[in-house]
């Protein structure tokens, strides 16, 4: 059967602070997305958090795109906010950037990543959620499981990876989109995605048989609102085993806590730490930033599963890694690399500085 795969997040309220979601707000979406399946609408749901991210993972037949599940989710967001605001949770409805719904949540607030494609006779599906950080974060990690020999090593053994993978890639800031194969033209592809805060890797699909892989959430509130308004804290979906990477092949890249955008105020440079979702809870400096992942197989549309991937020790020395790095990057403060460079500022609050200052700069 064709299935589509939706998962759509949205920050409705922090508890405490941004640190995590309220139980009840996790309650409040099972509510509405379970009368949604006894309509028919959907075939299955999930509902997940991580750190202050509430995560919608829909199953359903009708396509990505579709006004009906962008609704279902973005109402489901709304009734949350409600709840939120009840308990005075912080930031309730901070994702929510309109008032009304326009048809699509895209351009509105929430994050979302969808893929339609055919059910296979088993279909392993890994969900990657980071919180405290920013849509290009998984630039890196895709490029590790689908270009790099060293990670994947179907990509040398297995036929059906050896012909390589196509990625496209988005320029975020001027909305354009292009297309890389690879192996042969990883270098032109690292150009771009070595990037991450302007160039983020959309989708991948198999050169082998032209099907779906990888898909991502590549909003950027910050361009959107025009102001902070809080990280992406982006999602991935990867489809695994058989034409694809193996499961190890694709949680391999995140044995590193490779330096990402995030962390504090949306404005440092920090470790991205694999954590199971128990431990999605940024703590330390409101970080450092984290990132949990999913397992399912699909079985007709029905999410079998969560396997939680990073529950396991052999994460262990990652995490260990993760918090060296976090201790050394925190002893510079305010300085780079540790803060963003200006040019990313810009983006943020270095305007209302140079306003504040601006008729006292001298002339040297
Ligand atoms: C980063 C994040 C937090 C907040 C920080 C300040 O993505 O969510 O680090 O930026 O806690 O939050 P406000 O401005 O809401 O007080
Ligand atoms: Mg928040
Ligand atoms: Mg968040």
């Known amino acids: 059967m064709r299935v589509t795969l939706s998962v759509i997040k949205a920050d409705i309220g922090g508890w405490v602070g941004h640190s995590a979601i309220h139980p009840a707000l996790e309650e409040s979406a099972r509510a509405s997305l379970a009368v949604a399946q006894q309509n028919g609408q959907i075939i299955d749901y999930y509902v997940t958090s991580c750190g202050d991210d509430l995560q919608l993972i829909l199953t359903h037949t009708l396509g990505v ?187 391999e890249p995140f044995r590193y806590p490779w330096i990402i955008e995030g962390w504090m105020r949306g404005s440092h440079y920090g470790p991205l730490m694999p954590v199971a979702q128990k431990h999605a809870t940024p703590a330390r400096f409101d970080g450092p930033p984290r990132v949990i992942c999913l397992g399912f197989q699909l079985n007709e549309g029905k999410l079998v599963g969560p396997r939680d991937m990073f529950d396991d020790p052999s994460w262990d020395e990652a995490r260990r890694e993760a918090n060296l790095l976090a201790d050394h990057l925190r002893r510079h403060g305010p300085f780079e690399p540790h803060r963003l460079p200006l040019e990313e500022m810009e983006y943020t609050s270095l305007p209302q500085v140079m306003k504040k200052v601006e008729g006292r700069w001298e002339k040297l």
């Open 65 to 251: 795109d579709n006004d009906q599940i962008h609704r279902l989710a973005w109402d489901t967001f709304a009734t949350g906010t409600q709840v939120a605001k009840q308990l005075k949770l912080y930031g309730a409805g901070q994702d929510l950037l309109t008032d009304a719904f326009s048809g699509n949540v895209k351009g509105q607030g929430p994050g979302v990543a969808e893929m339609e494609f055919e059910e296979r006779t088993s279909e392993p599906i890994l969900i990657f959620m980071a919180d405290k950080t920013s849509a290009g974060s998984w630039n890196l990690p895709l490029f590790k499981m689908f270009v790099d020999p060293f990670n994947t090593a179907g990509l040398i053994i297995s036929p059906s990876l050896h012909q390589g993978f196509r990625f496209e890639v988005h320029d975020i800031r001027e909305h354009k989109k292009i297309f890389f194969d690879t192996p042969e033209e990883m270098y032109d592809l690292l150009m771009f995605i070595g990037t991450p805060s302007r160039f983020t890797v959309k989708h991948v699909f198999s050169r082998f048989d032209g099907t779906i892989a990888a898909v991502s959430s590549t909003e950027r509130l910050s361009l959107i609102a025009g102001k902070y308004v809080g990280k992406d804290d982006p999602v991935l979906i990867v489809r695994s085993q058989h034409q694809f990477p193996a499961v190890g092949e694709v949680l």
